[in-house]
């Protein structure tokens, strides 16, 4: 059984910074991207920033320059490094993997955290 074991979410102030990690583990073939998206209540789940197996980069445009993603292959792990936090990126974060991976039996080619609350306010 794959597992992706989020932490690091949390309550911080306007400019402050968060660190979030996520951790794949179990029953993994392969891993190709790795990422975190953001999901706030009634609007659609959107991309945050991804990388490659490889560690090219993509981010959206609105945390350029403020996060970095950043990938350790022998552990399958991934870091989102958050700075200038604003109350705009309060929201639910949530890890994803690409690959190949057993879940319950069943091979699947992409997986979810449970997520992580992350709250920026004063």
């Known amino acids: 059984q794959v597992q992706l074991v989020e932490s690091g979410g949390g309550l911080v102030q306007p400019g402050g910074s968060l660190r979030l990690s996520c951790a794949l583990s179990?029953?993994?073939?392969?891993?190709?991207?790795m990422g975190w998206y953001r999901q706030a209540p009634g609007k659609q789940r959107e991309l945050v920033a991804q990388i490659t197996s490889g560690g090219r980069t993509n981010y959206a445009d609105s945390v350029k320059g403020r996060f970095t993603l950043s990938r350790d292959n022998a552990k399958n792990t991934v870091y989102l490094q958050m700075n200038s936090l604003k109350p705009e990126d309060t929201d639910v974060y949530y890890c994803?993997?690409?690959?190949?991976?057993?879940?319950?039996?069943?091979?699947?080619?992409?997986?979810w955290g449970q997520g992580t609350q992350v709250t920026v306010s004063s």
């Open positions: 994803h993997a690409e690959g190949l991976f057993r879940v319950g039996g069943i091979l699947v080619s992409d997986y």
């Open positions: 179990g029953s993994i073939f392969s891993i190709n991207d």
